[in-house]
C-alpha cells in the first residue's frame, strides 16, 4: 500500500495520540469523519496500523531499570526459531533486533530492579548453547518517541549579523568570522 501526504498526517497524529478521535482526524487533514473512518480501516487492513496501544510510566509499572543486551550466539548453526520464540516469551524483553556485525541480537529491556536484570541476563544465557551477552544499562531516559511522531520544531534563533552570506545553510559564523558547522 503507498502512503499519500493525508494518510501519513493521519499516521503522525495517531502516533502522537492514539485516542484522537475520527472527528479530530477529520478536521485536521480537511475530509469528511467517514472518510477518514474509510482510510483508517485500510490501513489496519494493510498493517500500517498494527494496533493501538497505552505508554505507560515504566517505574509505576515495575520497569524502573532499562538496559540494551548485546547477545552473541558464538560459532555453529543454532536454532533461530527457537531463540526467537525464547526471546518473545521473555516478558522483560520489549523489543529484540538480529543484528550484523560482533552481536547476533540486540535487545531492550525493561526490569524492576539490578537484581532482576541479573536473574533476566541469566536466563538469556541459556537459549543457546554458547552464548553470551554484554549489557548496558540506562542511566536515563532522555526521550522515547513512536514512529512517525513529528519532531519538535527546532528553537527559532536569529542568524548572527556577522554571519559571512556564502556560509553554507546550517552554519554558524565563529568570533573571527569563519563559518563553521554548528
Not at 515495575?62 to 525464547?86: R, W, Y
Not at 533486533?97 to 541479573?118: I, N, T
Not at 548496558?136 to 552570506?165: G, H, I, K, N
Request: overall charge neutral; glycine content about 8%; aromatic content about 2%.
Amino acid at each position: 500500500m503507498s502512503l499519500d501526504a493525508i494518510d501519513r498526517r493521519l499516521l503522525a497524529a495517531l502516533a502522537a495520540n492514539g485516542r484522537a478521535t475520527a472527528t479530530s482526524l477529520a478536521e485536521l487533514v480537511g475530509l469528511s469523519g467517514p472518510a477518514v473512518h474509510d482510510r483508517l480501516r485500510k490501513l489496519e487492513a494493510a498493517q500500517v496500523i498494527r494496533g493501538y496501544a497505552v505508554q505507560l510510566d515504566p517505574v509505576a509499572v515495575g520497569g524502573g531499570t532499562a538496559a540494551f543486551v548485546s547477545l552473541s550466539l558464538g560459532p555453529g548453526v543454532q536454532d533461530k526459531a527457537g531463540i526467537d520464540a525464547a526471546l518473545a516469551r521473555e516478558a522483560d524483553v520489549l523489543e529484540a533486533h538480529e543484528v550484523a556485525g560482533e552481536d547476533c541480537y540486540l535487545l531492550k529491556v525493561r526490569v524492576a530492579s539490578p537484581q532482576a536484570l541479573s536473574a533476566l541476563l541469566t536466563r538469556l544465557r541459556h537459549t543457546g548453547s554458547s552464548t553470551s551477552t554484554r549489557t548496558t544499562v540506562v542511566l536515563r531516559t532522555v526521550f522515547e518517541r513512536a514512529l512517525l511522531a513529528p519532531a519538535p520544531p527546532p528553537e527559532s534563533a536569529p542568524a548572527p549579523r556577522d554571519a559571512p552570506r556564502d556560509a553554507p545553510r546550517g552554519a554558524a559564523a565563529t568570533a573571527d568570522g569563519v563559518a563553521g558547522r554548528g
